[in-house]
């Protein structure tokens, strides 16, 4: 195959060039962005992933050295539209990202695939505030919803391509405050809340960090959280500290929470040290969200 082993860079110079599928998500927005600020030459794909044939004339067409994938179905409002939406959660989420990184198999080239650590709950073995994370081999535990579902398949189904990047993301956060997508957003607009520590993604430092994986040509999976987990109420109090000192909440349980929900939500922590031990940069949560969400957010006086 065309691709480097893992973990090479690329020795032939050649100019960086990425396709990125998502255009009109999240993630695959800010990827553009941050592609146009370190002058890295890029297109975002206009096949549809499950449409083999566009994804060839893309490549074509494009003639990247590596690929990235943003695009899938999370579900609007939120992941219960999945429930009720079986068959197209399964076109994009399985059907089209399997589809996608063949493609990219037979072309030689490096699939970055955004994927989710909502695959995992907490159990015996990983306690709820033990510091025992799950780690990259793993095998899931959370099926309760059927995104989840989708999601643990086709990861267990990309293992076997060498070509495939795999990044475990979970409750992406970002310093965009307006943003519907952003879990701090969700959470400060909720009627009420649970209180559970989580491993969660700030993408303002590991999207840089994912393109930085790119150039290193790093396939596998990777618990793509910064370390250590933090709750809705410890995130509130940094939101209220930081931004709206008149800000409250209230919280309830699982159990209540369960009957204004269709279908269960993933809690766990994720181990990141392999993520860590190739970039010993990356801050623990808690420190990561003060530096790129609520610092350039800061509203009020310093805490």
């Not at 998500?25 to 002058?39: A, N, P, R, T, V």
């Not at 044939?53 to 219960?80: C, M, Q, W, Y």
């Not at 399997?98 to 695959?119: H, P, Q, S």
């Not at 780690?135 to 267990?156: H, I, L, Q, R």
Request: aromatic share 10%; glycine share 6%.
């Amino acid at each position: 195959m065309g691709f480097p082993s893992n973990g090479t860079a690329s020795h032939n110079n050649k100019p960086l060039k990425f396709l990125i599928y998502g255009r009109t998500g999240w993630i695959g927005g800010l990827l553009g962005k941050l592609c146009e600020s370190q002058g890295i030459d890029y297109a975002y794909g206009s096949g549809r992933l499950e449409n083999r044939v566009s994804l060839e004339a893309d490549i074509a067409n494009v003639k990247p050295t590596h690929v990235f994938n943003a695009a899938g179905v999370t579900g609007r409002p939120n992941v219960d539209w999945c429930e009720y939406h079986k068959v197209e959660t399964i076109r994009t989420n399985v059907v089209g990202t399997l589809t996608l990184a063949d493609v990219c198999r037979e072309k030689g080239l490096i699939l970055i695939n955004y994927a989710t650590g909502c695959i995992f709950e907490y159990d015996a073995n990983h306690p709820l505030g033990s510091g025992i994370g799950f780690k990259e081999e793993d095998t899931p535990n959370f099926t309760g919803s059927f995104y989840s579902k989708t999601k643990a398949m086709v990861e267990e189904l990309l293992k076997n391509f060498e070509n495939v990047c795999t990044l475990r993301v979970r409750m992406p956060i970002s310093s965009d405050l307006s943003n519907p997508r952003n879990f701090i957003t969700k959470i400060t607009r909720y009627e009420k809340v649970v209180n559970i520590p989580n491993s969660m993604t700030i993408l303002d430092e590991l999207l840089l960090i994912s393109i930085e994986m790119a150039k290193r040509n790093l396939t596998g999976i990777w618990n793509f959280t910064n370390p250590g987990v933090v709750s809705h109420n410890e995130i509130l109090e940094m939101y209220r500290d930081y931004v709206d000192p008149n800000f409250s909440w209230k919280n309830f349980t699982l159990e209540e929470q369960s009957k204004v929900i269709v279908a269960p939500r993933s809690n766990n922590e994720l181990d990141a040290s392999k993520l860590s031990k190739e970039f010993p940069e990356m801050l623990p949560i808690k420190e990561s969200l003060i530096k790129f969400v609520f610092k350039p957010n800061q509203k009020t006086a310093a805490p």
